[in-house]
């Protein structure tokens, strides 16, 4: 029996566990304790923290694993990377994974590969944002014609909209940084110039240094400050046009990044001129049920699976065997008018054949700020 290690615990990596255990694999994952849902579904937990690699490292070569993955989880992906590497597994470059897990070095290899981004700069304190030319020179613009020039501030490190503000006025800049470097785990910030459009994301799997688009998604957000999501819908309704040129860049940002096996999401804006701005992608498939349910009920992949695949080096070329519609609406103060029927999906299941999933998952309906605020979902898909 091939053993699989599996990096994170939480809800997150639920589908990946089982996927792994419908596939007949021996499981071993390592997360802290608090919030470990997957602790008792695995074969060995091991109380370790996902950052400590060199301690999952030690496990993982007594316990001659066959391959390491995660899903969904930014600071898992280079502890998955650094073990692969060490024991001659399938995986990113660790280097790559750090890479692709900092904003900032993230928009450098972007900008020497000429894969368009917005403007950015990494400040380490308030006294350096506040001191930047351009920065100064967007918010004085603004001040001048209201609208016209705005920041996003946000962690180098970090996911799921936590710490990202959008700054328009100068008196809201030193906040926002403070803010950003506070929820950053190496105390760094970006302050990059805000692109206004429509938001998307992009799934791909890649084996090897190739790299094979799977589906795109169209992003409902909360408006400023924060834009955390309130629902995903696939396909995108781009034009096949767009989706050929987005999935060219895609290719290309990930070859910057050295991004070679496995999942990985990029979350994109397009304004209405047509400019295409790549925002950031994580070395994971995306999360909010977008990698472990969405892909597959839209396209009839495995994405999971193909995870999986990819860390035990028995990947097949991706086969995308139906088109239909699929999507998630989230449940908080935003969307309390879904409350209603969200319950009534509960207590009548048979009345909504479209919906695959629902719960509420917190009686308390919050304003949200970042991702782990909202209180509820429900999972849909539409048979052409």
């Given at each position: 029996?091939?053993?699989?290690?599996?990096i994170g615990?939480?809800?997150?990596?639920?589908p990946l566990?089982e996927k792994?255990?419908?596939m007949?694999?021996?499981t071993?994952c390592?997360?802290?304790?608090?919030?470990?849902?997957?602790?008792d579904?695995?074969d060995?937990?091991?109380?370790?923290?996902i950052?400590?690699?060199?301690?999952?490292?030690?496990v993982?070569?007594?316990?001659?694993?066959d391959?390491?993955?995660?899903?969904?989880?930014d600071?898992?992906?280079?502890t998955?990377?650094?073990v692969?590497?060490?024991?001659?597994l399938?995986?990113?470059?660790?280097?790559?994974?750090?890479?692709?897990n900092?904003?900032?070095?993230?928009?450098?290899a972007?900008?020497?590969?000429?894969?368009p981004?917005?403007q950015?700069?990494?400040?380490?304190?308030?006294?350096?944002?506040?001191?930047?030319?351009?920065?100064?020179?967007?918010?004085a613009?603004?001040?001048?014609?209201?609208?016209?020039?705005?920041?996003i501030?946000?962690?180098?490190?970090?996911?799921?909209?936590?710490?990202?503000t959008?700054?328009?006025?100068?008196?809201?800049?030193?906040?926002?940084?403070?803010?950003?470097l506070?929820?950053?785990?190496?105390h760094?910030?970006?302050?990059?110039e805000f692109?206004?459009?429509?938001?998307?994301?992009?799934e791909?799997i890649?084996?090897?240094?190739t790299?094979?688009?799977?589906?795109?998604?169209?992003?409902e957000t909360?408006e400023?400050?924060h834009?955390v999501e309130?629902a995903?819908h696939?396909?995108?309704?781009l034009?096949?046009e767009?989706?050929?040129r987005?999935?060219?860049?895609?290719?290309?940002?990930?070859?910057?990044?050295?991004?070679?096996n496995?999942?990985?999401?990029?979350e994109?804006r397009?304004?209405?001129?047509?400019?295409?701005?790549?925002?950031?992608?994580?070395?994971r498939?995306g999360?909010d049920?977008?990698g472990?349910?969405?892909?597959?009920?839209?396209t009839?992949?495995?994405?999971?699976?193909?995870?999986?695949?990819v860390a035990?080096?028995?990947?097949?070329?991706?086969?995308?065997?139906?088109h239909?519609?699929?999507?998630?609406?989230?449940?908080c103060e935003?969307?309390k008018?879904?409350?209603?029927?969200?319950?009534?999906?509960?207590?009548?299941p048979a009345?909504?054949?479209?919906?695959?999933?629902?719960e509420?998952?917190n009686?308390?309906?919050?304003?949200v700020?970042?991702?782990?605020?909202?209180?509820g979902?429900?999972?849909?898909?539409?048979?052409n």
């Amino acid at each position: 029996m091939k053993r699989l290690a599996i990096i994170g615990a939480s809800y997150l990596q639920r589908p990946l566990v089982e996927k792994a255990k419908e596939m007949g694999l021996y499981t071993l994952c390592f997360a802290w304790e608090d919030g470990a849902v997957c602790k008792d579904l695995v074969d060995e937990f091991y109380p370790i923290s996902i950052v400590e690699k060199e301690l999952i490292l030690a496990v993982c070569q007594e316990k001659q694993i066959d391959g390491i993955c995660t899903i969904a989880s930014d600071v898992a992906a280079p502890t998955v990377a650094y073990v692969a590497n060490k024991m001659g597994l399938v995986g990113n470059d660790y280097e790559a994974a750090v890479r692709a897990n900092n904003k900032f070095a993230m928009r450098e290899a972007f900008m020497k590969a000429d894969v368009p981004c917005p403007q950015y700069t990494c400040v380490r304190s308030v006294e350096e944002g506040l001191s930047v030319s351009w920065i100064q020179d967007t918010l004085a613009h603004n001040r001048e014609r209201v609208g016209e020039g705005a920041l996003i501030v946000k962690p180098t490190d970090r996911s799921g909209s936590l710490g990202v503000t959008k700054v328009e006025r100068w008196e809201d800049l030193q906040p926002a940084i403070e803010l950003a470097l506070d929820k950053s785990f190496k105390h760094e910030a970006m302050v990059e110039e805000f692109i206004e459009g429509r938001e998307i994301s992009v799934e791909f799997i890649s084996y090897q240094g190739t790299h094979y688009p799977l589906q795109i998604t169209d992003k409902e957000t909360t408006e400023t400050p924060h834009f955390v999501e309130l629902a995903h819908h696939q396909p995108s309704t781009l034009s096949q046009e767009l989706y050929d040129r987005i999935y060219a860049i895609t290719d290309r940002a990930l070859t910057a990044l050295g991004l070679t096996n496995g999942a990985s999401h990029s979350e994109y804006r397009i304004t209405k001129d047509g400019r295409i701005a790549v925002m950031e992608i994580g070395g994971r498939m995306g999360g909010d049920f977008i990698g472990s349910d969405l892909v597959r009920l839209s396209t009839g992949y495995d994405f999971v699976k193909g995870v999986i695949d990819v860390a035990l080096g028995q990947f097949d070329r991706p086969q995308l065997t139906c088109h239909c519609k699929s999507g998630v609406y989230f449940l908080c103060e935003q969307t309390k008018a879904l409350l209603p029927k969200l319950q009534d999906i509960i207590e009548c299941p048979a009345k909504y054949p479209d919906v695959i999933k629902a719960e509420i998952t917190n009686p308390l309906l919050r304003s949200v700020t970042c991702s782990a605020d909202r209180s509820g979902y429900y999972i849909y898909q539409i048979i052409n």
